[in-house]
């Protein structure tokens, strides 16, 4: 994520407000120190966050955000094309998003099935035990029907196999940069 905002957008020069859904812990004092409390954390149960909600009612205003990460979360929330449509909807016209979520790219399409509740099918299944789903190739065009514009990033290409494996980057990860 780091080196994709490096070098395919303005983030660490425009000083934007961002909106960090689930924060990860490597990113955040990072984030703080660059953007003070133009950094906002949000998590429906994470000590980390400073903003308890739930991703299907963002409890911001349109329009309020230039910039908003959501990592690894779709594949927990009931209802994730709701949880797009909210970010895309605190999003400003001018800001991006980016979703991340684990991908089995063998699989065509995104594959659910909400009769399975035990933790050990869902493990099997889902590749993790709290997961609802797990996303196929198809991702970029279930974020694209949840409203977003979607342009798809590969790092590997752009930095080359040599650089990619000297930065143990994932080699099959496309990244999603999101957009009204």
């Not at 279930?142 to 980057?169: C, K, P, T, Y």
Request: charge should be negative.
């Amino acid at each position: 994520m780091h080196l994709f905002l490096k070098q395919n957008t303005t983030f660490y020069t425009a000083n934007p407000r961002v909106l960090h859904i689930a924060p990860e812990y490597c990113f955040i004092e990072r984030f703080e120190n660059y953007l003070g409390d133009q950094y906002i954390t949000a998590d429906i149960e994470s000590p980390l966050a400073k903003v308890k909600m739930d991703l299907h009612d963002i409890p911001f205003a349109e329009n309020s955000f230039d910039v908003v990460f959501c990592n690894h979360v779709m594949e927990h929330v009931k209802d994730d094309v709701r949880c797009m449509q909210e970010i895309r909807r605190v999003l400003k016209p001018s800001g991006f998003a980016l979703i991340q979520s684990p991908q089995r790219y063998d699989l065509e399409s995104t594959y659910e099935d909400p009769t399975i509740t035990d933790p050990k099918e869902r493990e099997i299944h889902f590749l993790q035990d709290d997961h609802l789903r797990i996303y196929g190739r198809d991702y970029g065009k279930v974020l694209q029907n949840s409203g977003f514009q979607v342009q798809e990033v590969n790092m590997i290409s752009q930095i080359g196999i040599a650089e990619s494996q000297r930065m143990a980057l994932p080699m099959e990860e496309i990244i999603y940069q999101c957009t009204k």
